[in-house]
């Protein structure tokens, strides 16, 4: 179980990086005109809509299963989920800051593996408390509403860091 939470966690950061990409091009012919509007949409909705939902990819598998799966369970696999999403979204970042040279490198992973790691980690296990209870209701209903809270503090945290970042105003 930990194994697919975490290893399915990590493949929906390309998942999710692959829509985030798509979604953000649809907007970008309405936006172009207002560069704040287009990152404030990419950054506080799209991102966080997107990558919400894909993050618990393993335990939506595991809700079809009949593993005996505990309340505690579920959220410490949302964790493990987020924490998979978290580390490979470090290292593109991470990556990415190579040409800026080593210590970006370090500066980038400072501040992501204190500030987003465990953001992804607490939203996602909110969302597998959702999950758990969809499988234990059969209600929808029930995954959304606690997908909708992920999706809420994942979209306030990114739109703080893109203020504190100069990106918005």
Excluded: C, D
């Excluded at 979604?23 to 704040?36: K, V």
């Excluded at 959220?75 to 924490?83: E, H, P």
């Excluded at 593109?92 to 490198?105: C, F, K, P, R």
């Amino acid at each position: 179980m930990w194994f697919v939470a975490f290893g399915l966690g990590a493949y929906a950061g390309l998942m999710a990086a692959s829509y985030n990409f798509q979604y953000i091009g649809f907007i970008w012919p309405l936006t172009a005109e207002n560069r704040g509007l287009f990152l404030f949409l990419a950054i506080s909705v799209i991102a966080p809509v997107v990558e919400e939902s894909v993050k618990p990819a393993g335990l939506y598998l595991l809700k079809l299963t009949r593993a005996r799966i505990k309340t505690r369970e579920w959220i410490v696999l949302g964790a493990v989920a987020g924490l998979g999403f978290g580390l490979l979204e470090n290292a593109i970042y991470a990556t990415e800051a190579l040409s800026h040279g080593i210590h970006a490198v370090l500066g980038v992973l400072a501040l992501r593996t204190g500030l987003s790691l465990p953001v992804h980690m607490a939203a996602t296990s909110i969302a597998a408390f959702g999950v758990m209870r969809w499988r234990k209701t059969g209600r929808i209903e029930e995954l959304l509403k606690f997908l909708l809270v992920a999706i809420s503090i994942h979209s306030v945290y990114n739109l703080l860091v893109a203020v504190a970042g100069g990106w918005l105003p």
